[in-house]
């Protein structure tokens, strides 16, 4: 039988070790070479080429991804590929971003004649300040950790954890000094619900033209509410006779006024709308339309132009169809 006692203890003796490990990756980031490094990327005209092998080099998949993510332009070449053609994507303008824990991985040494050849600046980050690698680099990052979360020593646990979060620091530090926005993350994920937030615009989701529930603010109730019926979004806008906004009238408007048992056909639209309606411009985010939604309680939204004329209308089942929520 397993004893469920230890398992989590164990599990937290992991967490411990590689805690004590990022505790002593803070004295590497703070140092000359992490400027340098980061200098040397942020000035370069190319791409950050990553290489790492075994575990390594799935950590270095993750870092050109984020670097690529965040405005740092970033491929990665597998070592052992390189030798056999991938070698062809290096330009004269990249820099090598080499990650081994030994520093001593003979897939990358072998590549080191040609990198040489090329001029390109090579960055090293291994747990060995005099290893091969480190000697060829023109910045060392040392990732050195005191043990490995592995109680054998030999799994790469903390070591793997230490790149990782080395990367993350050089991602992040070069993204601050870009002055990388929201607006440049998002152009770089446009797929799924991050892109969704962050890109779509409440000119692409709202109901315009004739799908926009419009009245005139002297009609009677029953009109209006075959307005809302045709037009589907359980509500409509108010205009007077200059076409600008004076109202909305709602499913919850409807109730009210059916509860005070007003007469329909003989009331004016004018008479029972909701007058103080919140309005927003087509210019924000769908996102930011549905943060003042959530903010205000409510399940849809006018959208007018300068003028205060509507141009669009959109409700919450919109924002679920256009993946926003």
């Known amino acids: 039988m397993l004893d469920v006692n230890k398992l989590r203890q164990w599990g937290k003796n992991v967490i411990d070790i590689e805690r004590k490990a990022l505790d002593n990756l803070y004295q590497y980031v703070d140092s000359a070479e992490f400027a340098t490094a980061c200098k040397l990327i942020f000035e370069c005209t190319g791409k950050v080429i990553v290489m790492g092998m075994g575990k390594s080099g799935h950590i270095g998949n993750k ?33 090598i971003l080499a990650i081994s824990n030994s520093g001593e991985a003979s897939e990358i040494l072998t590549l080191m004649p040609v990198i040489k050849r090329m001029g390109l600046p090579i960055i090293a980050v291994t747990s060995k300040p005099n290893s091969t690698m480190a000697k060829h680099a023109i910045v060392h990052l040392c990732i050195e950790v005191p043990e490995e979360a592995c109680p054998l020593g030999l799994a790469p646990t903390s070591s793997t954890t230490a790149t990782l979060v ?68 359980g509500m409509t806008a108010v205009t007077d006779d200059a076409n600008k906004l004076v109202g909305i009238f709602t499913d919850g408007d409807l109730r009210r006024v059916i509860d005070a048992q007003v007469n329909l056909r003989e009331t004016s639209i004018a008479d029972v709308m909701s007058k103080a309606c919140i309005t927003i411009s087509e210019g924000i985010l769908a996102a930011e339309a549905l943060k003042v939604m959530d903010e205000n309680d409510i399940n849809g939204l006018i959208i007018v132009d300068d003028n205060n004329t509507p141009i669009g209308a959109l409700n919450m089942l919109d924002m679920v169809k256009a993946g926003v929520i």
């Not at 926005?181 to 109901?207: C, E, N, Q, Y």
């Open 63 to 95: 870092i050109s991804a984020t670097f690529a993510s965040t405005g740092t332009p970033a491929f990665f070449v597998h070592p052992g590929e390189a030798s056999h053609g991938d070698l062809g994507v290096l330009s004269e303008n990249d820099i």
């Open 166 to 233: 080395m990367g993350d620091a050089l991602a992040v530090a070069l993204l601050q000094a870009r002055g990388f926005t929201k607006d440049d993350f998002a152009l770089s994920h446009p797929g799924g619900m991050l892109g969704r937030k962050l890109l779509l615009k409440v000119t692409d989701v709202m109901h315009k033209g004739a799908d926009l529930p419009l009245v005139k603010q002297n009609i009677c109730v029953t009109d209006a509410l075959y307005e809302i019926s045709n037009k589907g979004l």
